[in-house]
């Protein structure tokens, strides 16, 4: 459980700015940036403060709820021609992790 008893900023600031921070190719100071125009006015640092704090628990408590992949997966590729021009087409499969029993009408 992610403890937040001591901090200065709300909860919701902190972790915009990590999910910001983890999801986007975003720097401490490009966040501290977004944040001013929100009228919220916090330091790159703390930021940097709260990503080494927090991040590593984030990552803990999504992993069990992650869903397991397939080991096996296939790839099908293949030209096909658009309006006169050759494209390349591809997709990856994952094999189901267990079979779905058919329903007839």
């Known amino acids: 459980m992610l403890n937040f008893k001591g901090m200065r900023f709300p909860i919701d600031v902190i972790l915009v700015c990590i999910r910001w921070y983890a999801a986007y190719p975003l720097s401490y100071r490009h966040l501290e940036e977004i944040m001013q125009e929100r009228g919220v006015s916090v330091d790159h640092s703390s930021i940097n403060r709260w ?10 408590m999504a992993r069990k709820h992650k869903r397991p992949i397939g080991g096996s997966w296939r790839m099908d590729e293949t030209y096909i021609k658009v309006k006169g021009v050759w494209k ?18």
């Open 51 to 60: 990503a080494i704090r927090f991040l590593p628990l984030i990552e803990k």
């Open 88 to 105: 390349y087409l591809y997709r990856a499969v994952d094999k189901p992790s267990r079979a779905r029993p058919s329903t007839s009408c």
